[in-house]
T-cell receptor, first 116, second 112 residues
Framework: DTEVTQTPKHLVMGMTNKKSLKCEQH?????MYWYKQKAKKPPELMFV???????INESVPSRFSPECPNSSLLNLHLHALQPEDSALYLC???????????????FGQGTRLTVV | GNSVTQMEGPVTLSEEAFLTINCTYT??????LFWYVQYPGEGLQLLLK?????DKGSNKGFEATYRKETTSFHLEKGSVQVSDSAVYFC???????????FGKGTMLLVSP
């Protein structure tokens, strides 16, 4: 199983709503990532979890709140978003990098988020 | 810092034409190199990878060779199909780091 599963595939939310994006993998990966991708742009890293602990936060606004409840699951909680936050949100996972080897990241299909 | 430079798109080809998408990189260490593909409305899929100099990655008829002397990782395919139409991202990662550095992406459009 080399799949990263994201739900929902599409989400429309108002600026006062609270919603959550979910990501799941069963490849035994202990590093998980959230990326944001705007149209015609490469993905931008938001957060990295390593062994279920937040290891990188790329200065993301607090209206995005990640959570890693266990080694297979990663959530992104959304609150009070702005229309400019509309984008494709991608989850990825990999083995935790080491100096001995690099490891590729596996991406999910993404959640297309529209903030109205 | 690290960076990846890809040729600007879109690249427009007829079916069965030869494809080259150029990718060059700068890195402070010894990176692994990747090509990811993104079909319309979908996430990223790993297409191929190479982890050291002179390695050749290949998959689904696509190939790329890690050239340390020219810091390049050009993507090639001998005969493209309409189904290859997508955006292709070149990316690198350094040993011990978890952060991928992406190029800006190159859109490929293949017509019948």
């Amino acid at each position: 199983d080399t799949e990263v599963t994201q739900t929902p595939k599409h989400l429309v939310m108002g600026m006062t709503n609270k919603k959550s994006l979910k990501c799941e993998q069963h490849m035994g990966h202990r590093a998980m990532y959230w990326y944001k991708q705007k149209a015609k742009k490469p993905p931008e890293l938001m957060f990295v979890y390593s062994y279920e602990k937040l290891s990188i936060n790329e200065s993301v606004p607090s209206r995005f709140s990640p959570e890693c409840p266990n080694s297979s699951l990663l959530n992104l909680h959304l609150h009070a978003l702005q229309p400019e936050d509309s984008a494709l949100y991608l989850c990825a996972s990999s083995h935790v990098p080491s100096l001995r080897e690099n490891t590729e990241a596996f991406f999910g299909q993404g959640t297309r988020l529209t903030v109205v | 810092g690290n960076s990846v430079t890809q040729m600007e798109g879109p690249v427009t080809l007829s079916e069965e034409a030869f494809l080259t998408i150029n990718c060059t990189y700068t890195a402070t260490g010894y990176p692994s190199l990747f090509w990811y593909v993104q079909y319309p409305g979908e996430g990223l899929q790993l297409l191929l990878k190479a982890t050291k100099a002179d390695d050749k990655g290949s998959n689904k008829g696509f190939e790329a060779t890690y050239r340390k002397e020219t810091t390049s990782f050009h993507l090639e395919k001998g005969s493209v199909q309409v189904s290859d139409s997508a955006v292709y991202f070149c990316a690198l990662i350094l040993s011990g780091y978890s952060t991928l550095t992406f190029g800006k992406g190159t859109m490929l459009l293949v017509s019948p």
